[in-house]
């Protein structure tokens, strides 16, 4: 048997230790749920950079509508390329928040691509294909 009759008002008192007066709450029962927490999934990718000798790899934070919440660097090793893995990591992770599967495969990361981080091509490639990757698994 329910608690509350769905549909009747209810003045709910509270008392709360230290405080001298009532907390009242007004509450209307209802049989509606609140929504469910949003659903976050975790993935891995990783992908070669092409002329150098390692991979990027990614943790991608999922939400329920299968939309990037977050991009993590997932202990690459960039060796000497630090410098453009680096600014491949400050420019392109937060752009890709929000992003579904097909607007990643849809960003242009190509030589004067609009998505392409100077001077750093190569990674923004395995950066875009790691990730790419991540949705896959």
């Known amino acids: 048997r329910p608690m ?5 008002e209810y003045q709910i008192e509270v008392d709360v230790w230290g405080f ?11 049989n509606i749920l609140p929504p ?11 992908a070669k950079v092409q002329r150098y000798n390692y991979s990027v ?4 934070t999922l939400n329920s509508e299968n939309k990037i ?3 993590e660097d997932n202990n690459t090793e960039p060796r000497s390329n630090k410098r453009y893995w680096n600014k491949v990591k400050n420019r392109l992770f937060n ?3 929000d992003k579904t599967l097909e607007e990643v495969k849809a960003m242009n990361v190509e030589r004067r691509g609009a998505d392409v981080v100077s001077g750093a091509t190569y990674t923004s490639k395995a ?7 991540a949705f896959n698994n």
Do not use: W
């Open 69 to 71: 919440v977050s991009v």
């Open 36 to 46: 469910p927490a949003p659903l976050l999934v975790e993935k891995f990718g990783e």
């Open 95 to 97: 752009k890709l928040a």
């Open 4 to 8: 509350f009759e769905i549909g009747k």
């Open 57 to 60: 790899k990614v943790k991608l």
């Open 127 to 133: 950066l875009k294909q790691a990730v790419i990757n």
């Open 20 to 30: 001298e007066n009532k907390f009242i709450f007004d509450y209307t029962a209802s």
